[in-house]
């Protein structure tokens, strides 16, 4: 050591040795920081599926709470412990499908007896019959549909998402999303559409030969001036509306909590039963995978709603010249609608080939159906809408 250094410079070397053992130490906390790191599982995608959309996923710390441990691994078959973490989710989701199927059938008895008898007690010389098709093809019964399925929708969204504990929030978190996005997602809706038609088409062809029908007449249903418009209301607004916050937010949500793919499919085959015949369910179960899609790719609600009111509207509108236009406005009517079917068709491949349909990891198909189908309200609700649907199409 030099004798003939300062003071001054003593204490400024000992300051820069100081400086440099902190920024060496700096140095070696970052790198255990990072080590630990590594070590980690991501929260929002613990099974490592690069074809899932990050953003949608919650954190899968309420399933498995060690996930925040440095070194946690997820087994290929999980515990007994996140299995019965998981069924509570898909429990939940099971049992508000099973509850929405019974109230919205207890509240549409109901309100058509209470319509009836109000109708009898105003107009107690006219026979039953003849107040019903006076219900039938107003508003009265129309409003009673658009009423029920309002409330149980709201309620049951809203008890799904408290049960689980998701927050409404987690369902319009938008990003991604455009107008253009909108455009091309509705002609995708179109081409689905108008998919399912044909698929409609030849099962009631093949139905018709064993003298069955699929097709449900309601042709006399809200013909009046204010049925109409109510029907437009209901069809146009609060069924998009509120069947996606059910459907596409809360199932969807609740049944994704391990494996998109699996929520996708379940979501859109619940979807399909709830409308009980066939014709319908092929529509709803195509559009509801195409739905489910798009918004766990926007994180949001926001494109099922805005293209499930679309396809709605121009049903309605086909639906209205088929039934009132002349034979030219029928053919420029049907040209327009397979003119965009065509476009349509080519919106949902190019939609297809630059976003990829989620994959399962061999430790997520432990985790989804495998879980769920033994999951007893899960099983029951769509043992109970099955065999609906099944009723219903065969009592035609």
């Not at 490592?48 to 954190?59: A, F, I, L």
């Not at 689980?164 to 559409?193: E, P």
Request: charged share 15%; hydrophobic share 45%.
């Amino acid at each position: 050591m030099n004798d003939n250094i300062t003071p001054d410079e003593r204490q400024a070397e000992i300051s820069m040795l100081n400086h440099e053992i902190f920024e060496l130490n700096k140095l070696l906390e970052e790198d255990e920081a990072e080590r630990r790191k590594s070590l980690m599982l991501d929260e929002n995608d613990p099974f490592d599926n690069p074809t899932e959309y990050h953003d949608y996923n919650g954190s899968y710390s309420d399933i498995v709470p060690q996930i925040k441990m440095p070194g946690c691994k997820i087994p290929v078959e999980p515990s007994a412990g996140e299995k019965k973490r998981l069924r509570r989710f898909y429990g939940t989701g099971g049992a508000c499908i099973f509850f929405h199927f019974v109230l919205t059938n207890l509240l549409s008895l109901a309100g058509v007896r209470l319509v009836m008898m109000i109708l009898q007690l105003l107009n107690p010389n006219v026979s039953y019959y003849s107040l019903y098709s006076y219900a039938y093809s107003s508003a009265l019964l129309v409003s009673v549909s658009a009423v029920t399925f309002l409330i149980a929708n709201v309620l049951f969204t809203y008890i799904g998402l408290k049960f689980t504990k998701l927050g409404s929030s987690s369902l319009i978190g938008t990003h991604g999303f455009s107008v253009g996005k909108a455009i091309q997602y509705c002609l995708c809706g179109i081409f689905i559409q108008y998919a399912s038609s044909m698929l409609s088409t030849f099962t009631e062809d093949v139905f018709n030969k064993y003298g069955h029908t699929t097709i449900v007449d309601d042709s006399d249903f809200a013909t009046t001036a204010t049925g109409v418009a109510v029907l437009i209301i209901y069809q146009c607004i609060i069924a998009p509306i509120t069947e996606e916050m059910f459907y596409r937010g809360m199932v969807l949500k609740v049944f994704s909590r391990a494996n998109q793919r699996f929520a996708i499919v379940a979501s859109a085959l619940f979807f399909g039963l709830a409308h009980g015949n066939l014709p319908q369910f092929f529509f709803a179960f195509l559009l509801g995978m195409f739905l489910a899609h798009i918004d766990i790719k926007h994180n949001s609600i926001l494109p099922s709603v805005i293209v499930h009111i679309f396809v709605n509207s121009i049903a309605m509108i086909i639906s209205h010249f088929s039934e009132t236009g002349s034979t030219y406005t029928i053919i420029w009517v049907s040209f327009a609608y397979m003119f965009l079917a065509a476009i349509g068709l080519v919106a949902l491949l190019s939609f297809s080939k630059k976003n990829m349909f989620p994959r399962t990891t061999p430790q997520q198909s432990r985790r989804g159906f495998a879980v769920a189908k033994k999951t007893f309200t899960v099983a029951a609700a769509f043992i109970l809408l099955a065999i609906s649907m099944i009723i219903e199409t065969f009592s035609l």
